[in-house]
């Protein structure tokens, strides 16, 4: 459930709300995002700065949770679905909440620090927050270095990386962040700032399967690559299966963000489905469940 999203939401992205909805409908698995406060705690939202989502202004990471703590949701206009009805949550209160509600239900936390902090002492409280869901709990990242860190401070956390700094494919005419790597798009039609996409001396099969078994080694003991779905669409025209080849080292794949009210969507998601992945990300699971012939 991509940040708590239950199909046709009644609550915003990310609130405790969609978190709780989530649950008492049988999520397999909530995703939220977090970044760090300034101690304490961890503050559920996407953005590095508080007006991008929220009633506050400023760095999430100058924040305080007793700050946070007066912070809601910006989500719609009207005065039906006032933003200020929703808080924005701390982590400490999502961890509460499934520990509420025993069950199946794993919460993956996208960990959206993407920068190195000057101490650890960010990714500890992390680890503190987050101990007492043990097993039910996932941190994904595109920062392969902050999930190193994690994995030395925490050895029997799941970790998931997001390849997406280092490997991506990308519509032609679509839009796209300047800041964002990869930066250069390879011979072979990928964005890939290696050097190894520097040159065509391998056929894209080779080079894409050369490519993901270095990204499946990037971070010692994750469980899963969590992939664009377009990424491993083209990949699959180009003769390369990600699920086949990370499944033979142990690996789960994850294709984001995937929803059942989006034709090309679907199509994608069958085809996935086809080609051995088995978990999605969406902002519509029951639908996409119910449509893979699953219950949830």
Same mark, same amino acid.
């Given at each position: #459930?991509? *940040?708590?999203?239950?199909? /046709?939401?009644?609550? !915003? $992205? /990310?609130?405790?709300?969609?978190?709780?909805?989530?649950?008492?409908?049988?999520?397999?698995?909530?995703?939220?995002?977090?970044?760090?406060?300034? =101690?304490?705690? &961890?503050?559920?939202? #996407?953005?590095?700065?508080?007006?991008?989502?929220?009633?506050?202004?400023?760095?999430?990471?100058?924040?305080? !949770?007793?700050?946070?703590r007066?912070?809601?949701?910006?989500?719609?206009? +009207?005065?039906?679905? /006032?933003?200020?009805r929703?808080?924005? $949550?701390?982590?400490?209160?999502?961890?509460? %909440?499934?520990?509420?509600?025993p069950? *199946?239900?794993?919460?993956?936390?996208?960990? *959206?620090?993407?920068? !190195?902090?000057?101490? +650890?002492?960010?990714?500890?409280?992390?680890?503190?927050?987050?101990?007492?869901?043990?097993?039910?709990?996932?941190? =994904?990242?595109?920062? +392969?270095?902050?999930?190193?860190?994690?994995?030395?401070?925490?050895?029997?956390?799941?970790?998931?990386?997001?390849?997406?700094? &280092?490997?991506?494919?990308?519509?032609?005419?679509?839009?796209? +962040?300047?800041?964002? $790597?990869p930066?250069l798009?390879? $011979? &072979?039609?990928?964005?890939?700032? #290696?050097?190894?996409?520097?040159?065509?001396?391998?056929?894209?099969?080779?080079?894409?399967?050369?490519?993901?078994?270095?990204?499946?080694?990037?971070? !010692?003991?994750?469980?899963?690559?969590?992939?664009?779905?377009?990424?491993?669409?083209?990949?699959?025209?180009?003769?390369?299966?990600?699920?086949?080849?990370?499944?033979?080292?142990?690996?789960?794949t994850?294709?984001? =963000?995937?929803?059942?009210?989006?034709?090309?969507?679907?199509?994608?998601?069958?085809?996935?489905?086809?080609?051995?992945?088995?978990?999605?990300?969406?902002? =519509?699971?029951?639908?996409?469940?119910? %449509?893979?012939?699953?219950?949830?």
């Open positions: #459930h991509h *940040k708590g999203n239950l199909d /046709n939401p009644k609550y !915003p $992205p /990310n609130s405790l709300e969609a978190v709780r909805a989530s649950l008492e409908a049988g999520a397999d698995c909530v995703e939220v995002d977090i970044m760090a406060l300034a =101690t304490g705690d &961890y503050l559920v939202v #996407h953005d590095e700065r508080l007006e991008t989502e929220t009633t506050g202004s400023g760095p999430v990471i100058e924040c305080t !949770p007793e700050q946070a007066t912070l809601y949701i910006r989500w719609h206009d +009207d005065v039906e679905d /006032n933003p200020e929703y808080p924005v $949550p701390l982590l400490s209160e999502v961890v509460a %909440l499934f520990e509420s509600h069950g *199946k239900a794993r919460l993956q936390l996208d960990f *959206k620090n993407f920068m !190195p902090f000057p101490s +650890d002492e960010p990714l500890q409280r992390l680890v503190d927050l987050i101990r007492p869901l043990g097993e039910r709990v996932i941190v =994904t990242s595109c920062a +392969d270095w902050q999930l190193r860190r994690l994995r030395r401070l925490a050895p029997w956390l799941d970790l998931g990386f997001d390849i997406l700094f &280092y490997l991506d494919w990308r519509d032609p005419d679509g839009e796209h +962040d300047p800041r964002q $790597p930066f798009e390879s $011979p &072979y039609g990928y964005f890939d700032d #290696h050097l190894l996409a520097r040159g065509t001396s391998w056929t894209v099969r080779d080079y894409l399967a050369d490519r993901c078994e270095m990204l499946a080694r990037q971070v !010692p003991g994750v469980s899963a690559l969590y992939i664009n779905h377009k990424l491993l669409i083209h990949s699959l025209d180009d003769d390369f299966n990600w699920a086949e080849a990370l499944a033979s080292m142990g690996l789960r994850v294709a984001w =963000t995937l929803d059942a009210d989006n034709s090309r969507h679907m199509a994608h998601t069958f085809r996935l489905y086809e080609n051995g992945v088995r978990q999605f990300t969406s902002n =519509t699971p029951l639908a996409l469940a119910g %449509l893979l012939g699953r219950s949830g």
